[in-house]
């Protein structure tokens, strides 16, 4: 993996927001293994140029191509810079297998995945409701996150941003400003204020982390 300063990574992440943001299909395992090169850097020309050989290769649509490369992208290293800042602070612990996709870190004594989430259409609710509703939105979320590798019912910490301006998935580039709302979190974190969540006989801890701006 690469390692580039949270600052550089909030760089190259918006250079991303030159283009609309758009997923032209569902995410599926086929067009994952044609992009799974989005792993390999975090820097955006050299993605952009493996994108047009890869269009090139496999004959694919090209605006398709882009923006599922470039959805991918952008939020595998918005999401790899989140866990940076989670493990750089102090009493957060990294997982001790880093290619664990269940957890991300400890926290307290507590094993934790992370997701950032734009404020999701689908809860069609408004921000004030779902910030006084945790329960619910924290239910939805885990019903339908994505239906990949990252789907699971463990204990997930979720980074939730929303932007007046609708614009919501521009602030998973805000890493500096994420990092700010992240610190605050964790300084003032307890145990006792997790949501317990259960389903059937399964059970979790869960918890939102609100960055709106």
């Known amino acids: ?97 880093p290619k664990d996709r269940l957890v991300d870190f400890n926290l307290s004594g507590i094993d934790f995945d992370h997701k950032t989430s734009v404020f999701p259409k689908g809860f069609k609710q408004t921000l004030y409701y779902a910030q006084n509703h945790k329960e619910e939105l924290l239910n939805w979320l885990y019903k339908n996150q994505s239906q990949q590798q990252r789907k699971h019912l463990e204990n997930r910490l979720f980074l939730v941003v929303y932007a007046q301006d609708g614009e919501h998935w521009k602030l998973k580039a805000e890493i500096t400003w994420l990092q700010s709302i992240i610190q605050k979190y964790v300084s003032t974190f307890e145990a006792s204020l997790l949501t317990p969540l259960n389903w059937n006989e399964k059970s979790a801890l869960s918890d939102i982390i609100w960055a709106v701006q």
């Open 1 to 97: 993996m690469v390692d580039l300063s949270l600052f550089d990574i909030e760089q190259e992440l918006k250079k991303r927001h030159a283009y609309p943001y758009e997923w032209g299909r569902k995410q599926n395992n086929i067009w994952d293994d044609y992009t799974n090169f989005i792993y390999k850097t975090p820097h955006w020309e050299p993605v952009v140029e493996v994108m047009k050989a890869t269009i090139e290769a496999y004959d694919l649509d090209k605006k398709e191509l882009f923006q599922y490369a470039a959805n991918r992208w952008y939020n595998f290293w918005s999401a790899m810079a989140v866990e940076k800042i989670f493990t750089q602070i102090e009493g957060v612990v990294p997982a001790l297998n």
